[in-house]
């Protein structure tokens, strides 16, 4: 979530052809005949898709819990705050959530047609009953595949991206399927057409351009490189197909930024290449392998740079290294800084995430380090042998668990800065540091983001154990230079980056 606006993934449909590779993206001359010629080679692909879900199976796939009774008795202090909402019965079924979404038919694979669509379109597992809308080539009619006829295949939290199946008509009718550009040739300014169901009006489509390319919304996924476009995308349209001029799949419809839940001129979709890629595994396999590193990463800034004394502007810093993990085996330390991965440059965690997460685990992967000592730089090669990425519900329990409430003025221990912080010792993960007990309004800290309960355990590059340490990274800025802060936040490290205070 950010300031001023929202970024809303919104539901529809995609589909793609696994088993063919990307065809190469070519010039194509703008005449007034090609939205209508592109529109009719790629809308018979397009469906429309309805899903229902027991409510209970909703709420525990959008919150990773696995009591949401007990969960939502832990959000509300006492059972009056409770009484104020009405809870529907969490033991049974009757309780649905519908939504409606689109996506695109991809391949044919025996008797059946694969979908590709968004991960928060359908849900996560066949609990979920669904409704497919096809519609004929002519466009004149359309039929409504359910029932056993359509089948969830699997899903993927890290892209939001999802597969489902239709049985192949009885009646020998052949499906179209749309086939996918290599989205990495896409360029900014090139024209699209998003197509879909938009606010339930199916075989829509709305022509832009690419506007941006590899940006980071926040949205559901995790692999967060979306392609930015001017085509017009609203709810419903999460899961269809975003096309090039030669009806090629350049991208999947997932998100919009608005501050009103409806289009205000900016979309945004997954990358064709790594929906593909996604998608194939789910059809071949019915689930994902992933590599894993064991690494937590941030992106190589500015201020991070300034703080640290780099010379490099771009690149991923490696912030934590977890026990018994390939990085840790390779030899990784924190403070290197990964530049390459297998010979192709990173310059953000995105980037990093993404070349890793389409590896599988034993695959090996060679990385450019740059590692930092007094000043001095060293380049060095690692050879890594990657492990089977944990499933996220598996990572966040290895997460220490952090008290989300704090006692605001009951308490006197501990010490405060300029920065606004009220801190205490404390131990988390295996480290020491200090825990953020208060925040003062408004102050540096505040602006900076940081929280109750954020454990602090690097201040400028410097480690902080106590209150002495934690003073002395203060002083280890020019006057005038903000600090950066790394800290633990639910078991993950992240960073802040507060103004140092007027004296």
């Keep these: ?29 703008l005449t ?25 199976q909703k709420l525990q796939d959008d919150y990773n819990v696995d009591n949401m009774e007990d969960f939502l008795h832990r959000l509300f202090e006492d059972q009056q705050s409770m009484q104020r909402f009405r809870l529907p019965d969490y033991g049974s079924d009757d309780f649905g959530y519908r939504g409606t979404g689109s996506g695109v038919i991809v391949a044919r ?17 066949e609990r979920a009953q669904y409704s497919v809308s096809l519609t004929l080539s002519d466009g004149s009619e359309k039929e409504v595949v359910e029932g056993d006829r359509v089948e969830w295949v699997g899903d993927d939290s890290l892209t939001d991206i999802a597969v489902l199946r239709l049985r192949a008509p009885e009646d020998g009718t052949t499906l179209p399927t749309a086939e996918f550009a290599d989205s990495d040739a896409v360029e900014v300014g090139e024209w699209v057409l998003a197509l879909g169901n938009p606010l339930e009006l199916g075989n829509s489509v709305s022509q832009g351009i690419i506007s941006a390319k590899n940006r980071s919304v926040n949205a559901v996924n995790r692999i967060d490189n979306h392609l930015q476009t001017t085509a017009v995308i609203n709810p419903g349209n999460s899961g269809g197909p975003l096309v090039n001029l030669e009806g090629k799949i350049v991208g999947i419809n997932n998100a919009i930024a608005t501050d009103t839940g409806r289009w205000a001129g900016i979309g945004f979709a997954i990358p064709g290449n790594l929906a593909r890629h996604v998608a194939e595994r789910l059809i071949e396999d019915g689930k994902i392998s992933r590599g894993y590193l064991g690494i937590a990463m941030l992106d190589v800034s500015d201020v991070r740079s300034s703080a640290y004394a780099l010379k490099l502007k771009n690149g991923v810093s490696v912030e934590d290294v977890r026990p ?48 930092y000592d007094e000043g001095e730089s060293e380049e060095l090669d690692f050879t890594v042998e990657l492990m089977e990425r944990p499933s996220e519900r598996e990572l966040a329990s290895e997460a ?15 010490g405060s800065t300029k920065l606004g912080l009220k801190l205490v010792p404390g131990e988390e993960d295996g480290r020491e540091g200090l825990r953020i007990e208060d925040i003062e309004q ?8 940081l929280r109750p309960g954020d454990f602090i355990f690097q201040i400028n590059g410097i480690d902080i154990n106590d209150f002495a340490e934690l003073r002395a990274a203060l002083g280890n800025v020019a006057k005038g230079s903000d600090h950066v802060v790394l800290f633990l936040r639910d078991g993950e490290t992240q960073t802040a980056t507060l103004e140092q205070p007027a004296q």
């Design 400 to 414: 220490p668990s952090v008290p989300r409430w704090f006692d605001r003025f009951g308490s006197d221990r501990g």
């Design 1 to 29: 979530m950010r300031s001023l606006r929202n970024f809303a993934a919104f539901s529809l449909f995609l589909v793609f052809a696994p088993v063919l590779a990307p065809a190469q993206s070519t010039d194509a001359l």
């Design 324 to 371: 018994g993990t390939p990085a840790q085996k390779a030899g990784l330390q924190r403070g290197d800084i990964v530049v390459e991965v297998n010979g192709e440059k990173v310059s953000t965690s995105q980037d990093l995430l993404a070349k890793i997460a389409t590896q599988t685990a034993g695959d090996s992967v060679t990385l450019k380090v740059m590692r």
């Design 442 to 449: 408004g102050s540096p800290a505040d602006r900076a983001g």
């Design 109 to 125: 694979k025996d008797d059946w047609y694969y979908v590709v669509t968004n991960r928060h379109v359908v849900g996560t597992n």
């Design 32 to 56: 007034p005949r090609t939205f209508v010629d592109v529109s009719r080679k790629v809308l018979p692909a397009v469906v429309s898709i309805e899903v229902e879900v027991p409510i209970s």
